[in-house]
């Protein structure tokens, strides 16, 4: 009747990873915060997951997104070091 909620599968090793890709290209210090997940998309002409990078830096929120597994993330899927300001999140929806 109750179970605990977890992912489908195991990606603790890539939700690390990625996050260690993510601290690397952007600079993001220690202390700072990322969060990483994998979630299903039921948008027709989406892929079936995506991907969602939210991360601060210095007191400013952002996010990316990826579509596709987060096992197959891989550094050359996150943006640039210099389009940091284009990522940044000032609440409104994105395209997607």
């Known amino acids: ?12 090793f ?3 990873r990625v996050e260690d890709l ?13 969060l990483v997940s994998q979630d299903q998309v039921f948008k027709p002409g989406f892929p079936m997951f ?3 990078i939210v991360f601060f830096k210095n007191e400013a929120r952002y996010k990316i ?3 596709s ?4 993330v891989q550094n050359s899927d996150l943006p640039l070091k ?6 940044e999140d000032n609440g409104e929806l994105d395209c997607c």
């Open 1 to 12: 009747m109750f179970q605990r909620l977890k992912p489908p599968e195991d990606i603790l």
């Open 14 to 16: 890539d939700i690390a």
């Open 22 to 34: 993510v601290r690397s290209r952007f600079e993001v210090g220690c202390d700072e915060i990322i």
């Open 50 to 52: 995506e991907t969602n």
């Open 65 to 67: 997104k990826i579509f």
């Open 69 to 72: 597994r987060i096992s197959q």
């Open 82 to 87: 210099w389009l940091l300001p284009a990522l």
